[in-house]
């Protein structure tokens, strides 16, 4: 039995020992935030740190996070939804060696080259519908347009009901909004992207 107890214990302490540790933190309306070390126990798991950007005419509302993750389809790069007054930016960084996901969380400026596609615009606070629809030029990697109807809330704001057109980067729809780290979407009733409009 001490011999059955000593190898379970043995094999509990390599396990342990293999496990990925990544910095874990979340801090809404805050350009960074510091978190303990926990264990990655996600197959294929790594770790991230991020940062999302909620701008609302203007106002940059932050949120800062560092977590462990398996989902590498936003790791390296800035995903971008525009609107006229709304922008939304997310930023993921990731890595697979202990704690890597330390040091600072920066956004990198957005891209604001035209790349020669245009899209519907239209943002309405506190109604299902966008009726007030003019046009936006995108930018960087904004390769799609994004249609979307629901209630949302920004980050620790009361939830409201949102419709609005934009400029989106391709695979958004795919993924969703639930990954989001401040920005919460409680009801979905379209989201939808189609290839934007060649302009040349």
């Known amino acids: 039995m001490k011999v059955l107890l000593g190898l379970i214990s043995f094999t509990i302490a390599v396990i342990a020992g293999e496990a990925l540790m990544c910095k874990q933190c979340l801090d809404k309306r805050a350009d960074d935030c510091q978190g303990e070390s926990v264990i990655c126990d996600l197959p294929g798991g790594m770790c991230a740190k991020g940062i999302e950007h909620n701008i609302l005419n203007g106002d ?17 790069g800035q995903v971008s939804l525009s609107t006229a007054p709304f922008q939304l930016l997310l930023y993921t960084e990731c890595c697979q ?13 957005k891209n604001t080259t035209k790349n020669g596609v245009v899209c519907r615009s239209c943002f309405t606070e506190g109604d299902y519908s966008c009726t007030d629809v003019s046009t936006i030029e995108c930018t960087g990697n904004e390769a799609e347009c994004i249609e979307f109807s629901g209630q949302a809330a920004r980050p620790e704001e009361e939830t409201m009901i949102y419709s609005y057109y934009g400029c989106v980067t391709k695979g958004v ?20 992207c189609t290839p934007s409009i060649e302009t040349n």
Do not use: H, K
């Not at 949120?63 to 989902?71: G, H, I, L, S, W």
């Not at 704690?99 to 969380?105: A, F, H, P, V």
């Open 60 to 76: 940059v509302v932050p949120t800062a996070f560092r977590a462990c993750t398996n989902d590498t389809r936003l790791c390296g």
């Open 97 to 109: 060696e202990d704690d890597c996901n330390c040091g600072e969380i920066i956004m990198p400026p």
């Open 173 to 192: 729809c795919q993924i969703g909004f639930g990954g989001l780290p401040g920005s919460v979407v409680y009801e979905q009733r379209v989201l939808e």
